[in-house]
């Protein structure tokens, strides 16, 4: 999932929604953290995700990035078709976000990464995504994301280059 001619990767942790990586980035000789993670469906599961991650962010002391699918829209602009979706709904991204000083990786192209076929017409939204702490950003300022095309799942791929 990654090319080893640029960077070295070793997995550290593995849990129930995520797997963290220690990333060496020998360009820069810097040490970073990458997490994947699969964000729950059910509101009962949703907060012990996002307060884990929370926690994830007082002890990770190197860059750090989160891409993933989040089950989760940062803002109604990040939605097409269906109804409309409430401020609250929005807000625990939000949230994470400003807690961790950290922003939604600038994307290139298609900004739709998830879509459904509902009522007669589609629906798209922007599930998944890449999350990059502000050291991380820092680190490469020409951080960006895109997405495959849709196949044979409701989820398109993401590609993360710095």
């Given at each position: 999932m990654w090319n080893n001619t640029h960077i070295h990767a070793s997995v550290l942790c593995k849990e129930h929604r995520a797997i963290h990586m220690l990333v060496h980035d020998p360009t820069n000789q810097k040490n970073l953290i990458v997490s994947r993670?699969?964000?729950?469906?059910?509101?009962?599961?949703?907060?012990?995700?996002?307060?884990?991650?929370?926690?994830?962010?007082?002890?990770?002391?190197?860059?750090?990035?989160?891409?993933g699918d989040f089950n989760k829209l940062e803002m109604q602009a990040k939605k097409k078709g269906g109804n409309l979706v409430s401020a609250r709904r929005t807000e625990r991204l939000s949230s994470f976000l400003s807690?961790?000083?950290?922003?939604?990786?600038?994307?290139?192209?298609?900004?739709?990464?998830?879509?459904?076929?509902?009522?007669?017409?589609?629906?798209?939204?922007?599930?998944?995504?890449?999350?990059?702490?502000?050291?991380?950003?820092?680190?490469?300022?020409?951080?960006?994301?895109?997405?495959?095309?849709?196949?044979?799942?409701?989820?398109?791929?993401?590609?993360?280059?710095?």
């Amino acid at each position: 999932m990654w090319n080893n001619t640029h960077i070295h990767a070793s997995v550290l942790c593995k849990e129930h929604r995520a797997i963290h990586m220690l990333v060496h980035d020998p360009t820069n000789q810097k040490n970073l953290i990458v997490s994947r993670v699969y964000g729950p469906t059910r509101n009962r599961e949703k907060d012990h995700f996002w307060a884990n991650l929370a926690q994830l962010n007082d002890v990770i002391d190197n860059p750090w990035c989160i891409v993933g699918d989040f089950n989760k829209l940062e803002m109604q602009a990040k939605k097409k078709g269906g109804n409309l979706v409430s401020a609250r709904r929005t807000e625990r991204l939000s949230s994470f976000l400003s807690f961790i000083q950290g922003e939604s990786i600038l994307i290139k192209g298609q900004p739709f990464t998830w879509k459904r076929w509902v009522n007669d017409s589609w629906i798209y939204k922007r599930l998944d995504r890449g999350i990059a702490r502000f050291d991380f950003a820092r680190l490469y300022p020409n951080l960006c994301t895109s997405h495959g095309s849709f196949t044979f799942s409701d989820h398109c791929p993401i590609i993360v280059s710095t």
